[in-house]
């Protein structure tokens, strides 16, 4: 069965600063991964999604993502925080290219200080 | 916004009692997921209806049923609740189960059972 790991469960990063999450997957076909946003009581948003070719792919609000098979990873980066950015961020894996049901992490919770 | 509606957005009910959780996908969407998302075990996938048909099972215990109408609205059934079925609910849809889908999430149901 498939299964994804977010080691951090909180991060907290400066306003301004580069940020790294953390995400590591465990499926043995190719995997449709997935990054979703959810700010607090709000619904998911998705940031950006992986499905084939390219591996580093663009989103929204100036996140990218990088597919490295070899690891197992798909780690969401973004080059310069900004406060709004504060939220609960949650990786996760399609088994039929997303059109069956997710596995999601337990999700990172991302912290900016001033 | 992504299009898809859940009402109600807030629940409180006592154990014992069912409850009906209802889910408005985005226009032209045929496929509707059910997810469940609790302190203790994340977001987990329940259920998925494509075009009114059961496809896909998840973590669905047997005193939860959905069901998905002609009109592609879908509902969640909570019955006998008990107070660890207090979550947050979350409906998503695509637009078919083609590979390479992208599930919209609505906002969600908060569900307290007292």
Same mark, same amino acid.
């Given at each position: ?5 977010? $080691? ?6 400066s306003e ?10 465990s499926?043995?076909?190719t $995997? ?7 700010? $607090?009581?709000?619904? /998911? ?13 663009? #989103?929204?609000?100036?996140f990218?993502?990088e =597919?490295?098979?070899?690891q ?25 290219? #997303?059109?069956? #049901?997710l596995? =999601?992490?337990? #999700?990172t919770h /991302?912290?900016i200080? $001033? | &916004? !992504?299009? *898809?509606t859940q ?11 069912? *409850? ?8 032209? &969407?045929?496929?509707?997921?059910w997810?469940?998302? +609790?302190?203790?075990?994340? %977001? ?12 896909a099972?998840g ?5 939860? !049923? ?7 609205? +879908?509902?969640?059934? %909570? !019955? +006998?609740?008990?107070?660890? &079925? +207090?979550?947050?609910?979350?409906c998503? !849809?695509? *637009? ?16 307290? *059972?007292l």
């Amino acid at each position: 069965a498939q299964s994804v790991t977010q $080691p951090d469960i909180h991060i907290t990063v400066s306003e301004g600063a580069s940020l790294e999450l953390r995400c590591n997957y465990s499926y043995g076909a190719t $995997p449709y991964l997935f990054w979703y946003v959810q700010s $607090p009581g709000q619904g /998911l948003q998705l940031l950006l999604k992986y499905f084939s070719g390219d591996t580093l792919v663009q #989103g929204i609000k100036g996140f990218e993502a990088e =597919f490295k098979r070899s690891q197992s990873s798909f780690n969401l980066r973004k080059p310069s925080v900004h406060w709004s950015d504060a939220a609960e961020y949650f990786c996760a894996v399609g088994e039929g290219g #997303g059109a069956d #049901g997710l596995t =999601f992490g337990k #999700g990172t919770h /991302l912290i900016i200080q $001033p | &916004d !992504s299009g *898809v509606t859940q009402t109600p957005k807030h629940l409180i009910t006592a154990t014992g009692q069912r *409850v009906t959780l209802r889910c408005s996908p985005r226009s032209g &969407d045929l496929s509707v997921y059910w997810y469940q998302q +609790s302190l203790d075990q994340g %977001l987990q996938f329940l259920i998925q209806y494509y075009n009114g048909e059961e496809r896909a099972k998840g973590n669905i215990l047997e005193r939860f !049923s959905a069901q998905q109408f002609p009109d592609l609205h +879908s509902e969640l059934n %909570l !019955s +006998s609740l008990e107070l660890g &079925d +207090s979550a947050l609910y979350f409906c998503a !849809s695509s *637009v078919a189960l083609d590979h390479q889908e992208t599930q919209y999430f609505g906002p969600g149901t908060r569900l307290l *059972v007292l």
